[in-house]
């Protein structure tokens, strides 16, 4: 059975920091790219942070650059995002997601989601 559950959110002040953990399980983590994403509250999903299979690629977007990285860890099955700095428009829903891109079609796994709220 293929799971991914986040887990580290909360409630942070400005310029305060979180770690979101993604456990993965089920299938060959290590063949998926592993993504974050964030919803905040009325707007639409964003792509925050990827990194390949491998771990030696990573890549942030521009409106958390600097601020936060990505990390896996493929021989305990984890990913990581380290957010420093937090600011109020940081405050989404994130989520982790496991994507392998194959000739035959994409695999694509998706957690539940852990609560950001980053506020004074």
């Known amino acids: 059975q293929v799971q991914l559950v986040e887990s580290g959110g909360g409630l942070v002040q400005p310029g305060g920091s979180l770690r979101l953990s993604c456990a993965a399980s089920?299938?060959?983590?290590?063949?998926?790219?592993l993504n974050w994403w964030r919803q905040p509250p009325g707007k639409e999903r964003e792509l925050v942070a990827g990194?390949?299979?491998?771990?030696?690629?990573?890549t942030v977007s521009n409106s958390v650059k600097g601020r936060f990285t990505i990390t896996r860890d493929n021989a305990k099955n984890m990913a990581y995002l380290q957010m420093t700095n937090l600011k109020p428009e940081d405050t989404a829903l994130y989520y982790c997601n496991a994507r392998n891109r194959r000739l035959s079609g994409t695999d694509d796994y998706w957690g539940q989601g852990t609560q950001v709220t980053v506020s004074s």
């Open positions: 089920g299938f060959t983590f290590s063949n998926y790219v």
């Open positions: 990194i390949i299979g491998s771990g030696n690629t990573a």
